[in-house]
């Protein structure tokens, strides 16, 4: 599975483009610049069939709607973050970011753990609160896409409205738990591995003793 990396928004966000067959791709979060991401797209010659969300913090979906409504894509996050899609508040995009607000206006939504294929690829969806209630990564093969989880050396914040500490540590387990080593694709920072972080992530580490 080929990956591409663009970094959009106003925070930089890692937006990751996941090759599924030869032309096609699916996108993981989306923070804005969505010309950007067409532009790439074209250039490349790749058809973006899906949009899978990891939360939904406005940095990680401010350019899904101009993309989806361009590419017919579509567009899949945890039913406990879906309300951020069309609330500037719950986003917290009031409070952070000076762009127009735009929402997300057609979606579906995951419920616990479930798969989403796309053409050779098939992402199991592991739900990961903490960071938010409807946090997510993505898994497939020995990828692991983690948003604001987990990041190389540390981990998302815990602190903004829906975040819970204790969520955050159970769904730390759940990744250090699965089986074998994984490539990790985070919302922002690195690539990193999970052999990396088990060795020196603190709060990994933390979890280990």
């Known amino acids: 599975m080929r990956i591409h990396t663009l970094n959009l928004g106003p925070l930089g966000t890692n937006c990751y483009l996941a090759e599924t067959a030869p032309g096609r791709c699916v996108a993981f979060d989306i923070g804005g610049e969505g010309s950007v991401l067409l532009d790439y797209l074209k250039k490349n010659a790749l058809r973006l069939t899906k949009i899978l969300l990891t939360h939904g913090h406005f940095d990680h979906i401010g350019g899904v709607e101009e993309v989806r409504r361009a590419t017919d894509a579509e567009v899949y996050i945890h039913e406990f973050d879906a309300p951020m899609l069309s609330s500037a508040d719950l986003s917290l ?117």
């Open 93 to 209: 995009h009031s409070r952070m970011c000076y762009d127009p607000f735009t929402p997300v206006t057609l979606y579906t939504v995951v419920r616990g753990d479930c798969y989403i294929n796309d053409a050779e690829c098939s992402f199991r969806v592991l739900h990961t609160p903490g960071h938010t209630k409807g946090s997510v990564c993505y898994i497939c093969d020995d990828v692991i896409f983690t948003g604001d989880t987990l990041f190389r050396e540390s981990i998302g914040r815990t602190d903004f409205p829906g975040g819970n500490p204790y969520s955050m540590r159970e769904s730390l387990i759940q990744l250090i738990e699965l089986e074998g080593d994984y490539r990790i694709y985070p919302g922002h920072t690195e690539k990193t591995t999970m052999s990396h972080e088990i060795r020196y992530n603190p709060y990994i580490r933390e979890l280990i003793k």
